[in-house]
Nanobody
């Protein structure tokens, strides 16, 4: 399984970006997917996740109401639409995929088996 994240860049506060995570070598429609981020000097933190069925989504409190995770199984792609960006959203964003585990602890990166290489998001004026 390989995950390729893209869509990062430099954006002003209040702006929007859409990240994509394309999977190859697996079937994204079967497994839960998530986005995590890591700011410079900080630990990796949970951002959002979508269940294996796509029926449930989960968000960190800091991004609720601003970010939306979605999946397009026909394209083996997961998206993260980020609106009203803030400087604190700056960091490297990683997409991740679970294996067979279906627990509800989506905020735990240890429950995700596969990781992409990350895409840098910088929010600055």
């Amino acid at each position: 399984v390989q995950l390729q994240a893209s869509g990062g860049g430099l954006e002003q506060p209040g702006g929007s970006l859409r990240l994509s995570c394309a999977e190859s070598g697996g079937t994204s429609g079967t497994y839960a997917m998530g986005w995590f981020r890591q700011a410079l000097g900080k630990e990796r933190e949970f951002v959002a996740a979508i269940s294996w069925s796509g029926k449930s989504t989960y968000y960190a409190d800091s991004v609720k109401g601003r970010f939306t995770i979605s999946r397009e199984d026909a394209e083996n792609t997961v998206y993260l639409q980020m609106n009203d960006l803030k400087p604190d959203d700056t960091g490297v964003y990683y997409c991740a995929r679970r294996s067979v585990y279906r627990g509800s602890d989506y905020n735990d990166p240890a429950t995700f088996a596969y990781w992409g290489q990350g895409t840098l998001v910088t929010v600055s004026s």
